[in-house]
């Protein structure tokens, strides 16, 4: 058996783990029915033992209501699998309601517990691989290991080797629920694992929502790298405290409709909602009652972890039936967060206050539950500011904890005292989804240190989001603040300093600027052409300064051909609002509707232009691009732009598009927060180019040898030939084959991200071979590499088909005179090369070129040629990784450009030919060359005899090219030139370069 089977690497290691956590073991053979465990295969629950737990546990519960317990276990079904699961885990949690006689015949209602979560060593753990379930009439089903707590199968575990992915265990998770559906009606956790990667899941979720756990006893309390990932996860979530403690707070189930969607927490939020648990039993018990500011990065669940903490708070024994208050600043907000909260089955504590008045009588009764409000109902009432009143107090009990959503500036003004005036002995928690700012030491200062942190780079690294990248288009238009205010000074600069600020506050130099005609259409025509050009089918945003603005972007939009379905989304009244404004006022009800088919992939309405609503708070996984043209700061820029940053299917991340300029806002946005957070929020464009050409530069490397430039351009014959060839080359050798799939993987789903950028067309075509090559490599191969979705893959290829067909041929050096012969030698060309703004661009443009024409002025001369793209690739990485400047990379590749331009009259010199100066380079190279005269005589020699004994098709008869070696020794010899193997190695293939042809092409 081989050591890497998952036997031996995966499935019997985790077995160990967890005997080392208190589990007992049982191999799947002694669990069959014969051995009286359950009555038939097809039986999940372990009858007895759920028995002898029940009993256990509900000592003063007859046998007989046991029985009946067991029953309803058993019987469970609903119309679907999602809802039976949800059911059983009400159950689970809360117990099964029975009805029984007691030893007098008395009626008696009773609560049956299924597990005891006081108590964790009064249940019993099981640890079963190898569990056989089979269904008549449908194929049996052997899982790999089961976890029973006192005889229910609350976890599955589906193991592959570490030679296999991930995703191929999680597939066949997906076929097990057709197979042997029972099992999952019990289930509360699903992992899956090769060792290398394990991640772990909920029922309902596909497979990106699968994630990986971090932590034992707290979230980073192991060494990343030396602890298998398996264990990690088995010693963290599965001891048995905590696997007891996760069953019974952190799951939960989103009820909408006819749909269930189950949730389970991921790492950050089981350990630091603990956390701020044991927190607020501090508060509740000191003069100090904050509990901690929580701060979880935007679209990393922050909403969700705040109902774990209000699910795990209520059921507070210390707190004695709270009240929770949760506090926003804007109603829509409120609406979006209420709503997450109400989807849940804390949905029968949830109150929403719907005036001053009405908050104010709910916070004063003495029963708890769940308050949503804004901030602004903490105000006086027209009477008390009429009478000149104080804040009053609302109540004085203890048991209150305020939750503030977006805990930031406004949490702690006038409202914010209001508040803690009318809840004086109240406990205060912050929730965040951005960063706090260095500066800003209110925030900590009221809600207390951090409860939690998750930063966007953790999230982005646990796949919990995607990254985010950023490009700035049309730079030219960049409006600062600096350059607008020396404008208006300018042109105001006769008119007295009262009728300027007049003038200031009356026309909007910013938006004038922003909403001009011809810089709108310009705009508009590019987001068309720009959405339209996207790989993956999703959806987007555009930001507007403003609502006439936003207006008339629709307008200009809706002009373009092939403008897909677009709407506003903005405030309004028709009473108030121009009659332009109308068509795009919508109810409530309206933008309910709106934002439903938004957020559905599958309704033709692509993209919104918003201006303020739907920036914070609004969760739309499909939206993958955000088109800003308007002005943003500190943590509105930082809301706005991770609302595309939200998993789904084929997105590998977000893309910010900027039209106004927010590169230095965004600098300064995150200048002010802390050192660790400056360069976590956004990518550059660029970098995302840099990293697709490394992942290009990586794919090409395994078809050295092969010419597939322009390729399209062949005969289906010379098509055929070459396909042919890339294919015996990568089949050569399995790893090779292996990687060289894996990385046209990741090749495609980079050039998905920067396929609309200039820098990238001119690769376009060779992407496209890459990807034909590795989809009749997995056609035709038996080694099939899974670990990323062909269909995603095809889908990419389709749409960037799509996108070639659709895009115009532009010049991809950025400069103005595109039919101009551009020459690395002319005096001239670094001033072309300054047109390109874009440094690292002048920087590839000059690369290329050069490598151009390296290949054309030696491209006989193997040896000089690979001296010269070493140096290259050395500068080249030099210069990525810092080492060198700009102005240092340019010096060199032109001091590589003035040799390469200097050849043909160093060869002229020496009298050689193009053909004998390659000969020379290699001889030359050698310690033992001291006379140019000696060498000179060897290369001619060498290069008239080999000439005179080539026969037609020389290179493909073995005994030929033997002759060849024999003829390059004997001259070398007799020259008593040193001729070790390297040296008539690297001659042979020389010859073979220049003359594999010969004489048919002389």
């Not at 509900?58 to 699998?81: G, S």
């Not at 002025?857 to 990485?877: G, M, P």
């Given at each position: 058996m081989s050591v890497l089977s998952e036997n031996n690497l995966v499935e019997q290691p985790a077995l160990e783990w967890l005997k080392e956590e208190g589990w007992e073991y049982l191999h799947g053979s002694e669990l069959i029915p014969e051995k009286g465990e359950r009555d038939s295969f097809s039986d999940v629950i372990l009858k007895r033992r759920l028995l002898e737990s029940l009993k256990r546990?509900?000592?003063?519960?007859?046998?007989?209501?046991?029985?009946?317990?067991?029953?309803?276990?058993?019987?469970?079904?609903?119309?679907?699998?999602a809802h039976t699961n949800f059911h059983?885990?009400?159950?689970?949690?809360?117990?099964?309601?029975?009805?029984?006689?007691?030893?007098?015949?008395?009626?008696?209602?009773?609560?049956?517990?299924?597990?005891?979560f006081e108590n964790p060593e009064n249940n019993s753990f099981l640890a079963v691989n190898q569990f056989a379930v089979k269904e008549e009439n449908k194929d049996g089903v052997r899982f790999d290991v089961v976890l029973f707590i006192n005889g229910l199968p609350i976890a599955l575990f589906e193991l592959k080797s570490a030679l296999k992915s991930v995703k191929s265990a999680y597939n066949q998770l997906q076929n097990y629920k057709e197979l042997s559906p029972q099992i999952f009606y019990y289930n509360e956790i699903l992992a899956i694992s090769n060792l290398v990667e394990t991640k772990v899941g909920s029922l309902t979720a596909p497979y990106n929502r699968f994630f990986k756990?971090?932590?034992?006893?707290?979230?980073?309390?192991?060494?990343?790298?030396?602890?298998?990932?398996?264990?990690?996860?088995?010693?963290?979530?599965?001891?048995?405290?905590?696997?007891?403690?996760?069953?019974?707070?952190?799951?939960?189930?989103?009820?909408?409709?006819?749909t269930v969607i189950k949730k389970i927490a991921m790492y950050h939020q089981f350990y630091d909602v603990r956390k701020a648990i044991a927190n607020t039993l501090k508060a509740l018990n000191s003069h100090d009652k904050r509990i901690g500011t929580f701060w979880h990065t935007q679209g990393s669940g922050k909403s969700l972890s705040m109902v774990f903490y209000v699910r795990k708070a209520i059921k507070l024994e210390e707190l004695k039936n709270p009240t929770i208050v949760i506090l926003t600043d804007r109603t829509d907000l409120d609406d979006q967060l209420s709503k997450t909260f109400l989807k849940t089955e804390l949905k029968d504590y949830v109150e929403v206050a719907d005036s001053v008045k009405d908050l104010r009588e709910k916070l004063n009764k003495n029963s708890g539950g769940i308050i949503f409000t804004t901030i602004q109902k903490f105000q006086l009432t027209e009477e008390e500011k009429t009478k000149g009143k104080e804040f009053p107090v609302i109540s004085e009990r203890e048991n209150v904890i305020v939750i503030a959503d977006e805990a930031h500036r406004s949490q702690y003004k006038t409202l914010a005292q209001n508040v803690r005036k009318a809840l004086p002995n109240a406990m205060f928690i912050g929730f965040t989804g951005t960063p706090?700012?260095?500066?800003?030491?209110s925030t900590t200062a009221t809600f207390g240190d951090y409860a939690g942190i998750y930063t966007m780079k953790q999230a982005t690294e646990d796949g919990a989001v995607v990254p985010i990248f950023y490009e700035s288009r049309f730079a030219e238009l960049h409006l600062s603040e600096h350059f607008l205010d020396l404008e208006f000074e300018d042109i105001t600069k006769d008119i007295e300093e009262t009728q300027k600020e007049k003038l200031k506050k009356k026309f909007s130099t910013l938006e004038i600027l922003v909403r001009n005609p011809d810089r709108m259409k310009k705009i508009a025509e590019d987001i068309v052409n720009h959405f339209n050009s996207l790989e993956l089918d999703t959806k987007a945003m555009v930001v507007c300064i403003s609502r006439a603005a936003a207006v008339e972007m629709y307008n200009y939009m809706k002009q373009q051909k092939n403008c897909p379905e677009i709407a506003v989304v903005m405030s309004g009244s028709k009473s108030h609002d121009p009659q332009e404004f109308w068509e795009h006022i919508r109810s409530k009800q309206e933008l309910k509707e709106l934002a439903e088919r938004f957020k559905n992939p599958k309704d033709p309405l692509k993209i919104v232009i918003v201006v303020d609503m739907w920036l914070t708070g609004f969760d739309a996984p499909v939206v993958s691009t955000m088109y800003i043209d308007k002005p943003m700061k500190n943590h509105t820029l930082l809301q706005a732009i991770a609302r595309v940053n939200r998993v789904y299917p084929g997105k590998e991340g977000g893309l910010i598009i900027d039209y106004i300029g927010i590169t230095d806002d965004l600098r300064k946005s995150l200048s002010v927060y802390t050192k660790d957070i400056v360069e976590e929020s956004i990518i550059p464009i660029d970098e995302a180019i840099k990293i697709m050409f490394e992942k290009y530069d990586i794919v090409r490397s395994y078809l050295r040898g092969i010419n597939y430039k322009d390729w399209k351009s062949k005969s289906n014959v010379e098509q055929a030939r070459l396909f042919s060839e890339s294919y015996n080359k990568l089949t050569q050798n399995q790893e090779e084959l292996r990687e060289f799939l894996k990385q046209v993987s990741a090749l495609t789903k980079a050039y998905a991200l920067v396929s609309t950028t200039n820098e990238v067309i001119e690769i376009r075509d060779d992407v496209e071979f890459f990807q034909n090559i590795a989809r009749m490599l997995r056609r035709y191969t038996s080694s099939r590499v899974v670990d990323v979705s062909e269909k995603v893959e095809e889908a990419i290829k389709n749409l960037v088909d799509r996108a070639i067909k659709a895009s115009k041929v532009k010049n991809i050096f950025g400069i103005d005179k595109p039919d101009e012969e551009i020459s690395i030698f002319d005096p001239d060309f670094l001033k072309y090369l300054d047109r390109i703004s874009n440094k690292n661009t002048?920087?590839?443009?000059?690369?290329?070129?050069?490598?151009?024409?390296?290949?054309?002025?030696?491209?006989?001369?193997?040896?000089?040629?690979?001296?010269?793209?070493?140096?290259?690739?050395?500068?080249?990485?030099?210069?990525?990784?810092?080492?060198?400047t700009y102005e240092d990379v340019i010096c060199q590749l032109k001091t590589l450009a003035e040799e390469l331009k200097n050849i043909q009259s160093c060869r002229e010199k020496l009298g050689l030919t193009e053909e004998e100066e390659a000969f020379y380079d290699i001889l030359a190279s050698s310690?033992?060359?001291?006379?140019?005269?000696?060498?000179?005589?060897?290369?001619?020699?060498?290069?008239?005899?080999?000439?005179?004994?080539?026969?037609?098709?020389?290179?493909?008869?073995e005994q030929s090219k033997a002759k060849v070696r024999s003829i390059i020794k004997r001259i070398l010899r007799k020259h008593k030139f040193k001729k070790d193997d390297k040296i008539i190695e690297l001659?042979?293939?020389?010859?073979?370069?220049?003359?594999?042809?010969?004489?048919?092409v002389a």
């Open positions: 546990i509900n000592p003063h519960v007859p046998e007989e209501a046991l029985e009946e317990v067991y029953k309803k276990l058993f019987t469970i079904v609903y119309p679907d699998l059983f885990h009400r159950l689970l949690v809360n117990g099964v309601s029975i009805e029984y006689r007691d030893s007098k015949g008395n009626l008696k209602s009773d609560i049956v517990k299924l597990i005891d756990w971090r932590g034992i006893k707290d979230k980073y309390d192991y060494e990343e790298g030396k602890i298998p990932s398996l264990e990690v996860l088995i010693k963290g979530l599965f001891n048995k405290n905590r696997i007891l403690e996760y069953i019974k707070d952190f799951v939960v189930f989103e009820v909408d409709k006819k706090i700012e260095t500066d800003d030491r002048r920087v590839k443009v000059f690369e290329k070129l050069l490598e151009d024409e390296i290949k054309v002025k030696l491209k006989k001369n193997r040896a000089k040629r690979k001296s010269f793209q070493e140096r290259i690739e050395k500068i080249i990485q030099q210069y990525n990784n810092r080492i060198l310690s033992d060359c001291k006379y140019d005269e000696k060498v000179i005589k060897i290369v001619k020699e060498l290069t008239q005899r080999i000439k005179s004994e080539l026969t037609v098709d020389w290179y493909r008869s001659i042979f293939r020389q010859v073979a370069e220049i003359y594999k042809d010969y004489p048919l």
